[in-house]
């Protein structure tokens, strides 16, 4: 099955710096990736649409400014957390969409990676 | 999430079966996905379902009825790793997906 790799899985940073956080397909390119977030013990939400080649797409309320993504290849997706504060703390979580393969542009998860910023 | 219901939390019995149940709006349907996710982890696909019966895949079996907006996940010979949050998610335009909130499953002795 698609294979999709985040690093680093868990990262801890002080208030005020940038973190970078990539996402890889493995063994698939993948025109669409997507960012995610999530707090203990709710839902995932989507922050952001990742297209190859363009920029990416935010959803309402995330700030587009604060959270850098770069899609430069078809298997590399990258979210940049800039200027991290505490409420930043999250999982972060990338996904991949198989295009023409798998069911129905099935989107396969990348393990997360755990965010702290004191 | 926009109007993607299914239950919180349901517990069930090592080696029973277990029914999660998973409603959506029906209008501009096009594919159901379910995913289990264990905590602290990220989901991991299980099934995906864009034409009405049901799609076998080992232990565990996912139903659609897209006349009613309906689908279930049938989880068999439950163990205990089975442990985990179910989320329905629907296939929305650009390719992303609408969430469920998920339902956590508890498997008991």
């Known amino acids: 099955g698609a294979v999709v790799s985040q690093h680093p899985s868990r990262v801890i940073c002080k208030s005020g710096t940038s973190v970078k956080i990539e996402c890889r397909s493995l063994d698939f390119q993948a025109t669409t990736m997507f960012w995610y977030r999530q707090f203990p013990k709710q839902s995932l939400m989507l922050m952001a649409t990742s297209n190859e080649g363009s920029k990416a797409t935010y959803e309402q309320g995330v700030e587009k400014d604060k959270f850098l993504i770069n899609h430069a290849s078809l298997t590399l997706s990258t979210l940049t957390v800039t200027s991290a504060h505490p409420e930043d703390s999250s999982f972060y979580i990338c996904?991949?969409?198989?295009?023409?393969?798998?069911?129905?542009?099935?989107?396969?998860f990348g393990p997360g990676t755990r965010l702290t910023v004191l | 999430g926009q109007n993607i219901d299914q239950p919180t939390e349901m517990t069930a019995t090592e080696g029973a079966i277990v029914q999660i149940n998973c409603t959506y709006q029906?209008?501009?349907?096009?594919?159901l996905f379910w995913y289990q996710q264990h905590a602290g982890e990220a989901p991991t696909f299980l099934s995906y379902?864009?034409l009405d019966g049901l799609e076998e895949k080992g232990r565990f079996s996912s139903f659609l009825s897209r006349s009613k907006g309906y689908s279930y996940l049938l989880l068999k010979e439950l163990q205990m790793k089975d442990s985990a949050s179910y989320l329905c998610a629907r296939k929305g335009s650009n390719y992303q997906l609408i969430w469920g909130a998920g339902t956590k499953l508890i498997i008991k002795p």
């Open positions: 996904s991949a969409r198989e295009p023409w393969g798998g069911a129905g542009d099935t989107q396969y």
């Open positions: 029906t209008s501009g349907f096009n594919g």
């Open positions: 379902n864009v």
